[in-house]
């Protein structure tokens, strides 16, 4: 039963470290702000969060404590984006390769200051 | 298997020192403004994942509490900065 434990914990460790390395590639690789700020979830989302299953295998920390660690992280992680994603359109920067824009022919008071 | 996974857990230590520097010069060398928030915003979630490590490795309980509140502040400090950029005032 240790074995099996330490086993999931192994595989868990792998998985999650593979997640945060393609994470920070896709932040140095992609053209722009957008589609690395879709990159970058997946850094909270699923590394940090696969690290911490691990540590519940190992007996490191009890489940409570956890399960408030990683419900945090998986309520945060999409309100940052969004809440970045947000302002990077609304001082206007521009997106490349973009097929198109469903916010482009609104006029409200919010995105008076895109040119 | 413990040597295995005390090897594993050093090797992930070591990659998101690594992934930390990268990041790091992005910050220093970004492109717009946007670009360098997306950059710190991603140091502290690697900066937390650092510390889940080092729990994993020293067997210590006490850096899981540092990592939560890491995760509650960084989360108020990335939204206040974007919407100090967006408006030029935080209120």
Redesign the interface.
């Known amino acids: 039963m240790e074995q099996i434990l330490q086993l999931i914990a192994l595989i868990a460790v792998i998985i999650g470290t593979a997640f945060s390395v393609l994470g920070v590639l896709g932040y140095i690789r992609f053209p722009d702000v957008y589609t690395r700020l879709h990159a970058t979830g997946k850094v909270g989302v699923f590394g940090v969060v696969l690290l911490l299953i691990a540590a519940v295998n190992l007996g490191l920390l009890g489940f409570g404590k956890a399960l408030v660690l990683i419900v945090m992280l998986m309520v945060t992680g999409p309100v940052t984006s969004h809440t970045i994603s947000a302002a990077a359109y609304r001082i206007g920067i521009p997106m490349k390769r973009a097929v198109r824009d469903d916010l482009a022919n609104i006029s409200t008071s919010q995105y008076k200051n895109r040119p | ?2 040597n ?2 005390i090897f ?2 050093e090797a ?1 230590l070591a ?2 020192i690594l ?1 930390i520097a ?2 790091a010069w ?1 910050v220093w060398r970004g492109e ?4 360098r ?3 710190a ?2 140091l502290s ?2 900066t ?2 650092i510390l ?2 080092v ?2 490795i020293l ?1 210590n ?1 006490i850096y ?1 509490d540092v ?2 509140g890491l ?2 502040l960084s ?1 108020i400090g ?2 206040s900065l ?2 100090y ?2 408006d030029q005032s935080v209120f």
């Not at chain 2, 717009?32 to 670009?35: K, P, V």
């Open positions: 298997m413990q295995l996974l594993i857990l992930s990659i998101h992934m990268v990041c992005r717009n403004a946007i670009d928030l997306i950059g915003d991603l979630t690697l937390l994942a889940v490590i729990a994993l067997v309980s899981l990592a939560l995760a509650a989360f990335t939204i974007a919407k950029i967006v």
